[in-house]
């Protein structure tokens, strides 16, 4: 799952859109911007609480995620559980 998130080969909705998979790139979280890792990592503001419980921040820039530890990243995914 990090590899994915990291590498941005995943199946969120930016990715499955250049796969031809889904016809809509939005996060069906926020439905405000394409659905891509730094947005589901950093930006979606469906997701701040848990983000708050994992990062002590609301929102992360890239600069962050660069920062953070892979096994905060992990756990943060697995508690969105978009990756169902």
């Known amino acids: 799952m990090l590899v994915y998130l990291l590498t ?6 930016r990715h499955l859109t ?3 998979r889904v016809n809509d790139p939005l996060c069906p979280l ?8 730094l947005h ?4 979606c503001c469906a997701t ?8 002590d ?13 892979w096994i905060t990243l992990l756990r943060f995914a697995k508690a969105t559980k978009r990756f169902q």
């Open 57 to 69: 921040v609301p929102f992360l820039e890239p600069s962050d995620l660069k920062q953070a530890h």
């Open 8 to 13: 941005g080969h995943n199946t969120l909705n």
């Open 18 to 20: 250049i796969m031809r």
């Open 30 to 37: 926020c439905k405000a911007e394409e659905e891509t890792s």
């Open 48 to 55: 701040v609480n848990i983000r708050r419980l994992h990062f």
């Open 40 to 43: 589901f990592l950093g930006k």
